[in-house]
């Protein structure tokens, strides 16, 4: 089964850099993907990490110890647009054996004030 | 490029009616899945099909819950005797075969209400 637990919410000025813990317990590793999604839209892909370290893109980092079950999604320069919730989720192998899903936290809502 | 497209965006209903939900997901792309959101909870996965096996139905929460998969595309989600407790947000994603990352593409979603 899985455990994956991330705040419920975090405030944020603009310009600023906010830093979205994630941690988890699961049975299966492969992989842990960071989602965005804005209020009434699709989550849409951020980044993925399947090996420990840092992966940057642009404002945007995620960092995974697979040894600690720990992740955090890193944001830069913050803009307002920033406003959405962050889903956190780790791939692991279905029961059926038949491939894989992908197990989602509960979000963090993240708010960027002026 | 036409991204995974669900209908209808929105759905209410009445308490013991059937409903089907459905998703067009990406041309070409072979894994599909079912999600669903609930205020203040996570996605929680329903199905999964790959390309025209067998679907893993390990997350449907009862026996209300069915999904098919046509031709290896369009999948339709039904949900049989609706009660209130199955209004939320049904998401569908797919993801294209010998993706590295696995990374899923997600539709905007069926936000069913059940009065």
């Known amino acids: 089964g899985q455990n994956i637990d991330q705040p419920t919410e975090m405030t944020a000025t603009e310009g600023a850099i906010v830093q979205i813990n994630c941690t988890y317990q699961?049975?299966?590793?492969?992989?842990l993907f960071w989602y965005q999604q804005h209020a009434g839209e699709a989550p849409t892909f951020l980044s993925y990490?399947?090996?420990?370290g840092l992966e940057e893109k642009g404002r945007f980092s995620s960092f995974l110890s697979r040894s600690k079950g720990y992740s955090y999604l890193l944001l830069k320069e913050l803009q307002m647009k920033d406003s959405a919730s962050y889903l956190c989720?780790?791939?692991?192998?279905?029961?059926?054996?038949?491939?894989?899903?992908?197990?989602f936290g509960k979000g963090t809502s993240l708010l960027v004030t002026p | 490029g036409a991204g995974v497209s669900q209908s209808p965006s929105n759905k209410v209903t009445e308490k013991g009616k059937d409903v089907e939900l459905r998703c067009d997901p990406i041309?070409?792309?072979?894994?599909l899945y079912w999600y669903r959101q609930s205020l203040g909870q996570g996605l929680e996965f329903l199905i999964y099909?790959?390309?025209?096996?067998?679907?893993?139905k390990s997350g449907l929460p009862s026996d209300r819950f069915s999904a098919e998969r046509t031709g290896g595309s369009v999948s339709t989600l039904t949900i049989q005797r609706t009660q209130q407790e199955d209004s939320a947000v049904y998401l569908c994603?797919?993801?294209?075969?010998?993706?590295?990352?696995?990374?899923?593409?997600f539709g905007e979603g069926s936000r069913l209400t059940v009065l």
């Open positions: 699961t049975s299966g590793f492969n992989g």
């Open positions: 041309s070409g792309h072979t894994a």
């Open positions: 099909f790959q390309g025209n096996s067998a679907p893993d």
């Open positions: 989720a780790v791939r692991d192998r279905l029961r059926s054996n038949s491939g894989y899903a992908l197990n």
């Open positions: 990490n399947v090996l420990d």
């Open positions: 994603a797919s993801s294209p075969p010998g993706h590295l990352s696995g990374e899923l593409f």
